[in-house]
């Protein structure tokens, strides 16, 4: 790969032009590293002129996103050689302070006990990126949106009620992220570019003017907490330009925007706020992300391409969110809530696959726009510096279908589950389990026993459902099943407000009603205390409020999922209620990546080797779950699916992702 030769030398002799193209052949270039560091490093970025400066030298920002904790780390070094290999200098990440801290006080940055520990080794993401020639730009948050379960937040801070509101200077809030703080900034402050390492910038909350609180007590303190860890690199706000300053101290931050069109006016607006400052786009959509029971997204190249080249010719400093979307492993896709309530009003949740519609798809192969992308930048970039080949893609493989031959029925899982009991319903959140940290993630099961129920019992909901319930009566399912999407409007789910259902059609005595509600994921957008459960008002039987309940916490952590013994051999498929079925792959050699088919079963989670791969629901648009080859093995694996409904017999596997709706 040659850099690009001016045209005035498309006119020299043949002999001079070879010459030319030799010594400014890639060798010769310095890497990214080499150009702003060879004389010693003095300064970080500098604001004080219309371009940015780093250590002296001009520089206009080329990021991409990448998320750590949506790549398996085996794959951290491929995704980031990528983006160096299509010319951006830079990579952009958020922290996810709810997978760090996962227990109120108990952290994991890699081999720290939790289920997504693997995927939480930052120091090493951090340097991984600076060995690839990547500076990095950190968005720590706290809050961070990304259509990431409860923006990053972790559930745990919810036990402290209505007291406790995000996103202020709330002392009950602020004692939180002061701790998680004085955790975080000091694992930071040591990659700090000044101090050697790739950090060059480092966000302070985000898109904080939506919520339109203008609480700038409480910026001040987010930065104040940064500036007392060590942190002396550039700290700036992003938020949509025609915001305004809403969400940002001008005086301490430098502002930047996040849009995917009309780039002249929002360049122009943030040029107008910080006249003779760089301008910086923090987030460039390059794609869009994918609802349960909506229509698949898709931006088109050409669409990408005519905004992103706006943005490089006017020119500005941009980073493109997202470069790699990756995947929302484990139960940790967002949502949304567009009633701006706490109360389900209008819940939106969003898919496992977070492809995103972005340079590189979820697996990491290149699409349209990781050419488009590279062209571009390379245009435009006044800075040539050394980059990779472009690395070989990861071909995905089909694996042979899996029989699922064992299962564990419901009652049998709750054997094993932890419990508590209460007199009144409670959300997960508020369980006594885990430390004192309550429920995050999966399902929690309301259990009452001992009822008598005369025929054609009703069953009340008050409220709204959080976010969707399965109710067994003697363990078999009375409630519908949710199939297609118009089945959302049924009994069972957010959509219906004191919801009714009949329980019996004759007389029964000493019945057991289960009411089993799952999690979809807390809002990223539109709420900051949502609870997930049955909380919002009381469960009424024919108008009597029922009391004292039994709560069992369905949470498939990967430890308790692989130390379950009783299975046993699958002789119904009939059984009308959720069973978690299993099945073994067998891999010869070294495992490669796939896609496992899930549109004939009907709503549930896969599990692989003990960990959960993410959610599936057969009203789609997602019908496929990205099976990334590290969560495998070679010999045999575990294949498991708690299905809520109506499984298949066996699990398919195929290439690509497959989307449809019904």
């Known amino acids: 790969m040659l850099t690009r030769i001016p045209v005035i030398y498309m006119m020299m002799p043949s002999v001079l032009l070879l010459c030319l193209l030799v010594s400014f052949s890639l060798g010769d270039l310095p890497t990214n590293y080499e150009y702003y560091t060879s004389d010693g490093i003095s300064s970080g970025l500098s604001t004080d002129q219309p371009t940015f400066y780093l250590n002296g030298k001009e520089i206009y920002i080329y990021s991409g996103a990448i998320h750590y904790f949506r790549v398996p780390r085996a794959y951290w070094r491929d995704r980031l ?167 940002a101290y001008p005086e301490y931050f430098l502002m930047t925007g996040n849009f995917d069109s009309d780039a002249q006016t929002n360049l122009d607006t943030l040029k107008s706020l910080q006249p003779n400052k760089p301008i910086m786009v923090m987030e460039y959509w390059s794609g869009w992300f994918d609802y349960w029971g909506q229509q698949h997204q898709n931006k088109t190249a050409d669409q990408f391409k005519e905004v992103y080249e706006a943005i490089l010719s006017y020119p500005a400093s941009v980073n493109m969110y997202m470069f790699i979307g990756g995947t929302n492993f484990y139960f940790l896709s967002g949502a949304q809530n567009l009633a701006y309530d706490d109360l389900n009003t209008k819940f939106t949740p969003m898919t496992t696959s977070y492809d995103y519609g972005a340079p590189l798809a979820e697996n990491g192969a290149y699409t349209d726009k990781y050419w488009i992308a590279q062209e571009l930048i390379a245009k435009y970039n006044p800075i040539q510096t050394k980059l990779p080949a472009v690395p070989d893609e990861i071909k995905p493989i089909y694996y042979p279908w899996v029989t699922l031959d064992k299962q564990i029925t419901l009652d049998t899982l709750l054997i094993h589950a932890l419990s508590d009991t209460s007199s009144n319903l409670i959300s997960m959140e508020n369980m006594n389990i885990n430390g004192g940290s309550g429920q995050s993630y999966g399902y929690v099961v309301y259990r009452k026993t001992g009822l008598t129920l005369s025929a054609n019992s009703v069953l009340k909901i008050e409220g709204r459902v959080c976010d969707t319930v399965i109710v067994l009566v003697n363990g078999v399912r009375v409630s519908p099943i949710l199939e297609t999407s118009s089945d959302l409007n049924n009994f069972g789910t957010w959509r219906t407000n004191d919801s009714t259902l009949i329980l019996n059609t004759v007389d029964l005595t000493d019945v057991t009603v289960d009411l089993l509600v799952e999690n979809w994921g807390r809002v990223n957008v539109g709420a900051y205390r949502q609870y997930k459960g049955l909380w919002e008002g009381n469960v009424l039987i024919n108008g009597n409020i029922i009391s004292d309940w039994t709560l069992y916490a369905l949470e498939f952590k990967k430890s308790w999922t692989n130390s379950l013994t009783d299975w046993t051999s699958v002789t119904s498929r009939d059984i009308n209620q959720p069973v978690l079925y299993k099945g073994t792959l067998s891999i010869t050699g070294t495992p490669g990546d796939s896609y496992v088919y899930m549109e004939e079963f009907t709503k549930g989670i896969v599990i692989i080797n003990g960990f959960v791969l993410g959610r599936y629901t057969k009203m789609g648009p997602q019908q496929t779950l990205y099976l990334p080859a590290p969560l495998l093995k070679e010999g045999d694996n575990d294949i498991m699916i708690f299905e809520h409904y109506q499984p298949a017999e066996q699990v398919k596997f195929v290439i690509e992702h497959v989307y449809t709706n019904h």
């Open 81 to 247: 050689r990528k983006l160096r290999a299509a010319g951006f200098n830079t990579v952009e990440t958020y922290i996810a302070w709810n997978l760090h801290e996962y227990q109120s006080g108990v952290y994991d940055f890699g081999n720290g006990g939790s289920d997504m520990e693997d995927f939480l080794h930052l120091e090493e993401f951090i340097q991984t990126a600076q060995d690839e020639d990547l500076f990095v730009i950190i968005r720590s948050g706290p809050f961070i949106c990304a259509e990431f379960e409860f923006g990053g937040f972790p559930s745990f801070i919810l036990r402290d009620g209505q007291d406790l509101w995000v996103r202020t200077d709330n002392e009950l809030y602020m004692n939180y992220v002061t701790r998680w703080y004085n955790v975080l900034m000091p694992i930071l402050a040591q990659h700090q570019f000044t101090k050697g390492g790739p950090i060059i910038m480092l966000q302070v909350e985000n898109e904080y003017a939506i919520t339109g609180y203008k609480d700038h007590n409480y910026l001040w303190h987010l930065r104040q907490l940064m500036l007392d860890n060590g942190i002396v690199e550039l700290l700036v706000t992003a938020d949509n330009p025609w915001k305004g300053t809403d969400g």
